[in-house]
Each structure stands twice: as C-alpha cells, then as structure tokens.
C-alpha cells in the first residue's frame, strides 16, 4: 500500500509539473507581445541619503501591466524571461528606458538599474550601455548596475573583462542581495563595486531582541566603508528599522519606510518637490512595545 501511496503521489507531482509547463509557455508567450505592444514599465523606487535624507537616487525595478491580470510582479516574469532567452530584449530596453528618464532628472539624482547574470555574460553589455548613455547624454556615473552574486558563479565567463569594460565607462556597480547568497569576501576584494545592497533579510527582525541582524549590518557597514564602498540598507519599513540601519552605519535608505516604487509620473512630482525626503510610510508612526 505504501508502494501504491508512492506511486499516487508521483503520479499527482507530474500532472503538477505538467500544468507549471503549462502556465509557463503560457506566460512566455505572453511576455513576448507584451514587449511588443509596450505593457511593460520602470517604476522608480527613492534610495536616501542616510546622512541628510535628501534623495541620491532610484532604483529601476519592472512592472508589467498584463491585460487579464493587472500588475505582474518581476519576481515571476524575470525568471520566465531568462529561461526564454527574452532578458536581453528587456534588459537593453529597461537600460534605455532607465537612460531617457535620467536625462531629465536633476544631475544629483542618480538611478540604479538591475542586470541579470545573462546580460553580463553578454560581451557586447558594455558597448550597449556606453551607446544608451551617449544616446541620451547621460553623465556614466549617475547610472548604476545592480548584480547579484550569481554573476560569480556562472561558467560563462567573461565576468572580469566586463568589470573592466565597465569601470573604463564610468558606471557605478552595486553587488545587490548581499547577504543571501555566497557572500564570499573574494567577490569584495576581486571586484570593484562601488556600493552593497544589504539584503531585506537582514533588515526584517532586526529590531526583535535577540537578533544577530544588527551585528551582521553593522558589520557589513564598516567592511564597506572600509573598502570605500556605500551600503544601502534595503527594505527599511519602520521607524525603529530605519533607526537601527543608521545607527549601525548605512549610507543609504530603501524602503516602504520613505517610498514604494512610484510611476514615472510620481517620481516627477517627486522631483518636482525638491530633494528633501521624510519617513512617511504606512508604518512610519512608531509602534507601541
Ligand atoms: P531587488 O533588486 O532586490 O529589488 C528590491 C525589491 O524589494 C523590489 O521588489 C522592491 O519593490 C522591494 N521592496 C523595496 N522596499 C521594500 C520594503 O520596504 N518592503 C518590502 N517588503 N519590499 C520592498 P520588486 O520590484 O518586486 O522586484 C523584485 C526583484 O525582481 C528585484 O529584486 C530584482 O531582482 C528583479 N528585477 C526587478 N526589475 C528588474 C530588471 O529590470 N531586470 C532584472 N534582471 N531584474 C529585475
Ligand atoms: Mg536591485
Ligand atoms: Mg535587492
Ligand atoms: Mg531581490
């Protein structure tokens, strides 16, 4: 009977397999008209200025507007869009896209675009980026890559030459979700990021007693700083975590705790309002303990 319970059970994992398929070519192909008939968009989320809370910039994240169901969260599509070999149409587009809009902006505002490991495995990455900059007369250092550690780990190569490449432009580099991978100090040493993302992870329950939270941003702090890099604290919703990120020694702010991802044409307003931010978030108000 267990034999047969196995077997069951095998035979209702396949058929689930079978629908994932499904749902995935699915969505493959929908992603596919959607570059076409352009429902996707940058959304643009403040990054703060620890010290001073001005705004230093934005980071770039996707959104898709999908017809039947409303907004599609990256975290689903980016995925499909890599193994369907669609990121490096979207990556060159979110690159330009993210250019356009920094031409506008005032020259203190910097914006932060995430790289997949697929495009920096591609050799012409750099040559597409400096073409997006001139295109659009974008000084290289207000723009900003985000990789994340798996960059190291594929076999694809071509990952210390594209490093080169992009410092030689003038591009910012962030090592982004630090923290949740390898998190090798190798990477630190060998690499030449200008800024580290320490992952939400950290962020969320650092304020609960007992965590190790605090001592492992305090610690990724100084370790930035003493390599001469930024770190932003990312994730930061409440007041308490927004104390606790400064006083271990974050430089920068991200989080629900100052601003969701706007639209384009929140962040103009934004802007348009000077560069001075407040904690205004939903959870802004300090809790009760
Ligand atoms: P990420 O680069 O680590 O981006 C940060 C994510 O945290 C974003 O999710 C952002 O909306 C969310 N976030 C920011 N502040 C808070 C907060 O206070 N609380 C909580 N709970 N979440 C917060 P999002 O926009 O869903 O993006 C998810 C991931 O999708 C990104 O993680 C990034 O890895 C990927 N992604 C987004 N845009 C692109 C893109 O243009 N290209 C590539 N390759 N990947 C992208
Ligand atoms: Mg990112
Ligand atoms: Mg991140
Ligand atoms: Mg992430």
């Excluded at 594209?162 to 910012?172: E, H, M, N, P, Q």
């Excluded at 939400?200 to 930035?224: C, D, E, H, K």
Aim: charged share 25%; hydrophobic share 40%; aromatic share 6%.
């Amino acid at each position: 009977a267990a034999k047969d319970a196995g077997r069951g059970r095998f035979r209702l994992f396949s058929e689930d397999l079978h629908v994932a398929a499904r749902e995935r070519n699915q969505l493959e192909e929908e992603l596919r008209s959607a570059i076409d008939k352009g429902d996707l968009e940058l959304h643009y989320q403040p990054v703060v200025h620890a010290g001073n809370e001005t705004l230093a910039g934005f980071e770039a994240l996707l959104r898709w507007k999908h017809p039947k169901h409303g907004w599609i969260s990256p975290e689903k599509f980016v995925p499909v869009a890599e193994d369907a070999g669609l990121i490096p149409v979207i990556g060159e587009w979110a690159l330009k896209r993210a250019c356009a809009d920094l031409a506008r902006w005032p020259e203190a505002v910097r914006c932060a675009v995430n790289v997949s490991p697929l495009q920096f495995a591609d050799p012409g990455l750099p040559g597409s980026i400096s073409a997006a900059l001139t295109k659009y007369g974008v000084e290289p250092s207000r723009l900003e890559l985000e990789i994340t550690e798996s960059v190291f780990l594929s076999e694809e190569g071509g990952t210390e030459a594209t490093f080169a490449a992009l410092k030689k432009i003038g591009v910012r580099l962030a090592l982004d979700d630090f923290g949740t991978g390898y998190s090798s100090l190798g990477y630190l040493k060998n690499a030449p990021f200008d800024k580290i993302k320490i992952d939400q992870g950290f962020v969320r329950g650092a304020t609960m007693p007992g965590s190790r939270n605090g001592a492992i941003i305090a610690a990724i702090s100084s370790l930035a700083e003493a390599l001469g890099m930024d770190t932003t604290a990312e994730g930061v919703e409440t007041m308490d975590e927004l104390e606790l990120v400064r006083m271990h020694g974050c430089s920068h702010i991200q989080g629900y705790i100052y601003s969701k991802p706007l639209s384009p044409a929140e962040a103009n307003r934004l802007l348009e309002a000077g560069l001075a931010m407040q904690p205004t978030g939903p959870r802004a108000a300090r809790e009760p303990r």
